[in-house]
């Protein structure tokens, strides 16, 4: 008996002293770089400010208000729908802190489902958070997960049915914001978030809304353009400029029976343009080798190479892989081409915007240069 109660202590006390030892490591996972206020930045909101619904949960999030003061349209960018994509989120961190607006206004959202980045899919082995040298010292942000965290949203259905359509998808699906919109006021946290930002574009009547996203190498739809068929002349137009430029670009009709996603239910919900991009993330993939900080940053796997050569993949990969520099040069520049190409075809809603580094210029100092 004796014997016993001195197990039961001991156990006590190890399962005691793993907790203090992990609970500064998970409280870390909920912290996340801050974000410079840049000159272009003119007001900072909260996602809730359009969507009560929001306010105090988890769901809330930054949106960044980039107004030139001259009339003209405005532009929505949203990163981090998918927390596990940071060439989504670190475009928009970029236009954030380095971005002025000359006609029209940008407006950013860089976490957009601010849930997700909280979160890592231990499953996928995947890094916690990256690091970035800059001309101020290293920055640190989080690498999180595709979906809503699992402790604000939780358990999940066996079947997602998406409210709009009844379309069935399996059920984690229900904590993707990508399959979430128009979203529901009175839905899920994840419902809830689609449906504010859905709100933010009917209230700031957004002109073009682009939505930016990494995938796997092997993904059909990679290094592309998404555009719901009233924004694929625009998409049109920009594609055959970047490859004229040498930057080779997919175009893909946003497709009519795929529920949820921004770039079909956005379009089909308000007025707005919408537009998907994917750059490749070997991270992501399913054939990559070690997944760890360096292939996210550097995007090289020798894996990916060998794949290529079997002519496996949608996108070239060498040895040169595909780092975040370029993934984050791909979404900036084309961006900037987007707004360009719609400014040309409204004329009396013109956006213009400055102080965006070019492709070479990502390419030869690295994103962290402009961080
Ligand atoms: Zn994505």
Do not use: C
Not at 192 to 207: F, P, R
Request: net charge positive; glycine share 10%.
């Amino acid at each position: 008996m004796k014997g016993s109660y001195k197990t039961a202590g001991l156990m006590l006390v190890s399962a005691l002293t793993i907790i203090i030892m992990v609970v500064p490591l998970f409280r870390q996972m909920m912290t996340v770089e801050p974000i410079k206020k840049g000159p272009g930045v003119t007001a900072i909101k909260r996602l809730s400010d359009y969507f009560a619904g929001l306010k105090g949960t988890a769901g809330d999030t930054g949106v960044y208000l980039l107004d030139s003061g001259k009339p003209g349209g405005t532009v929505l960018v949203l990163g981090g729908t998918h927390s596990n994509e940071p060439s989504g989120y670190l475009s928009a961190i970029l236009l954030i802190e380095r971005a002025k607006p000359s006609a029209g206004r940008m407006i950013v959202i860089p976490f957009a489902n601010a849930s997700a980045i909280t979160h890592t899919d231990y499953a996928e082995g995947s890094p916690q958070k990256i690091t970035l040298s800059t001309p101020t010292g290293p920055r640190t942000f989080r690498y999180g997960s595709r979906a809503t965290n699992p402790i604000d949203q939780w358990p999940d259905p066996d079947i997602y049915v998406h409210a709009g359509s009844g379309q069935k998808l399996s059920g984690s699906e229900t904590r993707n914001l990508n399959r979430a919109y128009p979203g529901r006021a009175d839905g899920n946290l994840t419902e809830k978030i689609a449906y504010g930002i859905v709100q933010l574009i009917k209230q700031e009547k957004i002109n073009m809304s682009i939505d930016l996203h990494e995938a796997a190498p092997e993904y059909p739809v990679i290094n592309a353009i998404v555009a719901h068929p009233r924004a694929m002349d625009i998409a049109a137009e920009t594609t055959m400029r970047l490859q004229l430029d040498g930057i080779k670009f997919g175009l893909e009709p946003s497709p009519a029976k795929l529920r949820g996603l921004s770039h079909r239910e956005w379009g089909d919900a308000t007025d707005t343009l919408a537009i998907l991009m994917e750059s490749a993330n070997p991270a992501q993939g399913r054939l990559r080798g070690v997944t760890n900080e360096q292939l996210v940053l550097e995007g090289k796997d020798p894996l990916y190479e060998q794949a290529a050569k079997l002519g496996r993949l949608f996108v070239p990969f060498n040895k040169t892989g595909h780092p975040i520099s370029e993934r984050v040069a791909r979404h900036v520049t084309a961006i900037h081409e987007l707004i360009k190409v719609y400014s040309e075809k409204h004329i009396n809603a013109k956006i213009a915007i400055e102080n965006i580094p070019s492709y070479q210029e990502f390419l030869t100092k690295g994103i962290g240069f402009f961080l």
